[in-house]
């Protein structure tokens, strides 16, 4: 019997040994990637290597460090395959969003660039950033549906499947998505920062700036919008199923770059208006302990870091998060408040969002919520084939750490600007 224990005891410790391999070594990877430095671990072992190679592809930053498993026979020819493919749909995205800016501002609609070719233009190698879709923020959001038909008339057509409030989705002759942008984020559950978006986007034709990227020249946002945006991006899926270790790539490249003074002014005015200092300050934190962040050229952003213990508990939900949550079916939401308040409120935020339109009339609410409670039910048993008790201990995990980010919490006497 103490030998079976004994033999449970080391298998414990060779799985947590396996396990921890590549959580350790891929954020050092990517730290020294995405400063163009060496990276100063010891040579993997094969089975080490794969692990770490598998779980760069699922957080989609394997183009980002493919380089490092060139040494790797069984690994080489994979890894130099996939750096072709992510550059070859990089360049094909930068001239469809090229071709849709330019269709679009023919006809007075004037469009700016988000994530995608505006975010890789950070990198030291932008190609190499991976990307699925083409972006567009409408400076003029009520002229979405002329934006859709000029796009129909160049051969495009729409999606039959609208998964957001914020953007129509069309698709290219080719079937690549192209989102057509109304807000810089889908409404959160907040009503004041939701019409504090709506207004920002008014102003965006204020902070627009041409900036040539990988030879081709698009609008995009200044500076200290796109460290905000790059920050809502985040929170939006941070709240529903989770975010991987790309976005904080993003993060982390492009705040040890040089942002000016004015920007990164704006960009303070920005995250206090909102209250999404704390979160802010989180993914800094994590960017700093696992990849290399040091702002040297921006020296305020890491003063103020939450300890390696917070932290750590956000780390892990990216780790398992993976690429925007699909690592788990379980994870859906993370709840603002614990207990049935937060259930409550959240089920109440989702009929929202599944009905827009419909909500403005508070008579139909009871039908819109039993509405809302039978799709989710038939999507968790048929789609995501889980149970309901499995989604809610998943979420009401992940809210734990709600109250340290404090989100939406203006400090006291903060005036918007």
């Known amino acids: 019997m103490a030998e079976k224990k004994a033999g449970r005891a080391k298998e414990k410790i060779r799985i947590k040994t396996k396990t921890i391999t590549a959580p350790r070594v891929l954020p050092e990877l990517l730290a020294s990637a995405l400063q163009g430095s060496l990276w100063a671990g010891e040579r993997l072992s094969r089975a080490a290597a794969e692990q770490v190679y598998q779980m760069a592809d699922r957080h989609a930053v394997l183009s980002l460090v493919a380089e490092r498993f060139f040494d790797y026979p069984q ?6 395959e996939v750096c072709r493919q992510t550059a070859l749909r990089s360049y094909r995205l930068l001239f469809l969003t090229k071709y849709v800016v330019a269709a679009l501002r023919e006809s007075g609609i004037g469009t700016v660039v988000l994530k995608g070719a505006s975010t890789a233009y950070y990198y030291r190698e932008p190609e190499l950033r991976k990307s699925g879709d083409v972006d567009l923020q409408l400076l003029d959001p009520s002229r979405i549906h002329d934006a ?24 290219s002759p080719d079937g690549i998505e192209v989102e057509l942008h109304s807000m810089l984020a889908e409404p959160f559950d907040n009503a004041e920062i939701n019409r504090y978006l709506v207004q920002l986007t008014g102003r965006l034709g204020q902070h627009i700036q041409e900036r040539e990227i990988m030879g081709v020249r698009l609008p995009v946002l200044s500076d200290g919008l796109q460290a905000f945006h790059l920050l809502i991006h985040m929170l939006q899926h941070f709240l529903r199923a989770g975010f991987g270790m790309k976005l904080l790539c993003d993060w982390a490249v492009f705040w040890n770059g040089a942002v000016d003074d004015e920007e990164c002014a704006l960009y303070r005015r920005l995250t206090a208006d909102t209250g999404l200092e704390n979160f802010s300050r989180m993914i800094t934190s994590v960017c700093v302990y696992h990849l290399g962040l040091q702002g040297r050229n921006n020296g305020w952003l890491c003063r103020r870091l939450f300890s390696k213990e917070d932290e750590e508990r956000f780390w892990w939900d990216i780790l398992e998060a993976e690429e925007f949550g699909r690592s788990d079916s379980k994870r859906m939401v993370v709840l603002r408040h614990r207990g049935l308040k937060g259930y409550i409120r959240e089920f109440h935020h989702q009929m929202h969002l599944n009905f827009p339109r419909a909500d403005k009339c508070f008579l139909l609410f009871p039908v819109l919520w039993v509405v809302t409670l039978v799709r989710f039910l038939r999507n968790n048993r048929r789609v995501r084939e889980v149970s309901l008790a499995q989604v809610l201990r998943t979420a009401d995990r992940r809210s734990r750490q709600m109250e340290l980010l404090g989100l939406f919490q203006k400090e006291q ?3 918007q600007c």
């Open 148 to 171: 859709e038909r000029v796009l129909l008339q160049k051969g495009f057509r729409t999606n039959t499947r609208q998964n957001a409030n914020h953007h129509l989705s069309m698709l």
């Open 75 to 80: 690994l080489e020819q994979r890894a130099r």
């Open 413 to 415: 006497g903060h005036k």
